[in-house]
């Protein structure tokens, strides 16, 4: 499907009138399009509907000719307010905990846990739907036809079309980033046809609805209160204002009659008082009228056109052909079941922007880190809070980031961390007595983070030392030492904290957590409770590494480098275990776990999206990884499915990689809109597909640049344009009968590079801002800027 393309200029504009890196922007764009969700019939269920944001709003939409339902999220609408849940018990719990582990007594551990150290009150906070925008057609009559329901993600735009009685009509949709708002523009192809009432009502408990004159309906409240009756300190406000071309419009009985119309443009905005976590001062009414006010001065077609290029900007600069026939006339619920008999490789290239295009929609600057659901949430209590669960989830919603050219969307996840670096410092005070600042493993819109739920699951302190390693990663890519300095003082916190809380194994000498667990997995002994799990250790070293490294650049704390280095050599190892597995735990337990098919695989963290089990450098540890991953299957959770690929990728084994990919493009993986099923819905499960795509087609690691490392035989011809490169660089990756054919690398910085190809090896010196092509079978100079 063709479509008009932006120009390396137009983008480079875009770049800059929207405050985001031209350097990322510098992209060509894509030649044509496949990217359109589309279907023959309504939304019968949420999973069916079709997702549009713009970093802060969201919307569902379903498509319904005669009632149509726009499903409404606002990110910052949480249950609750500002809180604090340190347990008062905690620092007189501590010491009882972590005897009774040393003892072996884990069960008792996890009793003494659950009354002392868990968070009071025991769960987090809730997001929450906003309510619905609802259009109720009237007067039209007879049978449909012609029916189509759309999403185009290269233009951010929905769109329903159908014809009733020889007259056709269209909806189109969009969330703007530029005008804040969320908007609709319905027509019609004979002149005065459209006749329906628009409705905005709202999700919460407390709510007033108004009507400001004839085409604005204003609803206005307070959140929900939260868990143990924590009470709602948010006011919210949302307005739909409704613009008719022709006929008329009225307002009644909390709804807006429109009659006779030729034209329709409806706007939606929405905000609440949240500033930050401990600020709920804003005042969302006279946000919301301002939104409307300015987006009410544009026509639709001017906001479409800001909102696509705010989009595009970011949306084209990565491509993607896996080489398959484009079944865009297939209706994508009926692709998704023919994958399942069929590989569909194009398929998988729509599964792969999709989750680009979701990423963008739920996650850009200014605004609130991807949650569970990214921004989209229909329950009032819904599963797991839809929160952010830093045990691998909200880590995962990041993964393709940036290697997928998104660098941007990953500012709200830095000022989540950020935010929790200082509700993590009382923690970390409060209930352990230590410097620095923690994170367990949920937190929320208050940034919460205490040991949360229970503690089997809770009580696991690496939730913040995990999340160091995005902020070491956007550095690694980008080497801006500007970010580095902004990021350091987190990490140093982050490190200073287990400085004081590592325990010594009285057996081994070796420094471990304790109290902890290897992330919702029971070792057999009564309880997930233990003492230096695996994946804790990789955490940690990683973060001692990245830490000291940060401040060698930075020429700063060369005391504290020291500390963290002997700390670290101390850590305990990852070790393979009698079954040749990697042990989960620091004694070999696997074989007794109480779930051998366990979704998490908590110790492999240090294959992916760690290198400390690098093939290429611990063939011996990779092989133990890959042992574990034949006893745990490939069969289990959604995003767990995402992660094998991922893991599989990483071990070079791309046919397999391939085969875990298929049943995550499944529909007992993947709803009818393409959304991960958990089951239910989670959307770290689409993220983690992505990242998998594009480790199966390049890896980089420092200065090693890896084509094609796990390329399937499912995938003979294909190219992959614009993925960027750890140290600064971008490739564009051309394959052919399995063999890479050509790659284009830049790199803004200068150095040697080692690019590795089926087994060929070849290093090369890039002068910074420089270029190389380079060939197969042996990967020859073509052109560029080498020394």
């Known amino acids: 499907m063709a479509r008009k393309t932006l ?54 939409i379903f498509g319904d000719v005669w009632a149509e339902r726009l499903q409404l999220n606002e990110a910052t609408l949480w249950t609750g307010g500002p809180y604090d849940p340190v ?141 143990a009756g924590t009470p709602g300190q948010l006011t919210y406000c949302g307005r739909a204002r409704v613009m008719a071309q022709g006929g008329s419009t009225r307002a009644v009985d909390g709804r807006i009659e429109v009659r006779g119309a030729n034209r329709v443009t409806i706007l939606v905005a929405m905000a609440t008082s949240y500033r930050r976590y401990d600020d709920v001062t804003g005042d969302p009414d006279a946000i919301t009228r301002g939104q409307l006010d300015k987006a009410a001065a544009k026509t639709f077609d001017q906001l479409a056109r800001a909102a696509t290029m705010a989009h595009r900007v970011l949306f084209d600069r990565v491509t993607l052909d896996l080489g398959g026939q484009d079944d865009v ?37 200014g605004g609130q880190a991807a949650n569970l659901q990214g921004i989209w949430n229909d329950q009032v209590k819904p599963p797991w809070g839809s929160n952010y669960t830093i045990n691998i989830n909200t880590q995962m919603n990041y993964w393709p980031a940036e290697a997928g050219g998104l660098a941007e969307c990953a500012e709200p996840l830095f000022e989540l961390i950020a935010d929790l670096a200082e509700r993590g410092a009382v923690t970390a005070r409060q209930m352990y007595g230590a410097r620095g600042w923690v994170a367990h493993h949920n937190t929320d819109l208050w940034r919460g983070t205490a040991p949360f739920d229970h503690a089997k699951a809770g009580l696991w302190p690496t939730g913040g030392a995990w999340l160091c390693l995005h902020l070491w990663e956007r550095y690694d890519y980008g080497r801006d030492k500007r970010f580095l300095a902004r990021a350091y003082p987190i990490m140093r916190g982050a490190a200073l904290f287990f400085l004081d809380t590592l325990q010594t194994d009285p057996a081994t000498g070796w420094l471990v957590t304790s109290p902890s667990v290897s992330p919702e997995n029971r070792h057999g002994f009564g309880s997930t409770l233990c003492a230096g799990p695996t994946m804790d250790m990789q955490i940690l070293r990683d973060l001692f590494d990245h830490t000291r490294e940060a401040a060698r650049i930075l ?127 989670q959307i770290d499960g689409n993220f983690g597909g992505a990242a998998a795509i594009m480790e199966m087609l390049v890896q980089s690691k420092g200065d090693i640049v890896d084509l094609l490392p796990a390329l399937p035989k499912a995938w003979p011809t294909g190219s992959l344009r614009g993925v960027r490169l750890r140290n600064t660089g971008l490739a564009d990756i051309a394959w052919r009968d399995g063999k890479l054919e050509r790659v284009t690398l830049r790199f803004a910085t200068a150095g040697k590079r080692t690019i590795r190809c089926g087994g060929v090896s070849r290093e090369i010196f890039v002068r910074a801002g420089g270029q190389a092509i380079l060939d197969r079978p042996e990967l020859a100079l073509k052109a560029g800027g080498l020394a």
Not at 633 to 655: S, V
Request: net charge neutral.
């Open 329 to 365: 006339g297939v209706p994508t619920d009926r692709r998704l079941a023919r994958n399942e008999a069929t590989d569909d490789p194009g398929l998988a290239e729509l599964y792969f922007q999709y989750a680009r295009y979701l990423l963008i929609a739920c996650s850009r600057p």
């Open 555 to 681: 020429g700063l704390d060369a005391d504290f480098r020291q500390d963290l280095a002997k700390a670290r050599d101390r850590l305990a190892p990852t070790r393979i275990g009698a079954g040749g597995q990697l042990m989960e735990w620091k004694d070999d337990w696997d074989a007794v776990a109480v779930d051998p098919k366990h979704r998490h695989v908590s110790h492999l963290y240090g294959l992916y999206p760690s290198w400390q089990l690098d093939p290429a450098v611990h063939p011996d540890l990779a092989a133990a990884a890959k042992r574990t991953l034949e006893n745990r299957g490939d069969k289990t959770t959604g995003w767990a499915i995402a992660w094998r690929i991922n893991l599989w990728a990483r071990l070079g084994d791309g046919d397999h990689a391939h085969e875990v990919l298929r049943l995550l493009l499944a529909r007992e993986r993947t709803y009818p809109n393409l959304f991960d099923a958990h089951p239910p819905f």
């Open 87 to 227: 347990n008062k018990r905690a620092r007189e719990g501590l010491g009882p905990v972590r005897d009774l582990i040393a003892a072996g007594r884990y069960a008792e551990a996890e009793q003494k846990a659950n009354e002392t150290l868990v968070a009071t009150p025991p769960r987090e906070m809730a997001y929450q739907p906003f309510g619905d925008l609802g259009l109720r057609w009237v007067g039209a009559q007879g049978g449909v036809g012609g029916y189509r329901r759309s999403l185009d993600i290269d233009n951010a735009m929905a769109e329903t079309r159908f014809q009733i009685d020889g007259v056709r009509y269209r909806r189109r949709m969009l969330a703007s980033p530029v005008d804040q708002v969320i908007a609709m523009e319905v027509t019609a192809s004979r002149p005065g046809a459209l006749n329906f009432d628009v409705t905005l009502t709202s999700a919460q408990t407390i709510q007033q609805v108004t009507l400001e004159g004839p085409s604005t309906i204003k609803i206005a409240g307070r959140n929900n209160d939260g868990e």
């Open 7 to 60: 120009t390396r200029r137009q983008l480079g504009a875009a770049a800059a009138a929207f405050g985001l890196d031209r350097a990322l922007a510098d992209a060509a764009p894509p030649e044509r399009s496949a990217h359109i969700l589309w279907y023959q019939q309504p939304a019968q269920e949420w999973v069916e509907a079709l997702p549009i944001g713009n970093g802060r709003l969201g919307a569902m």
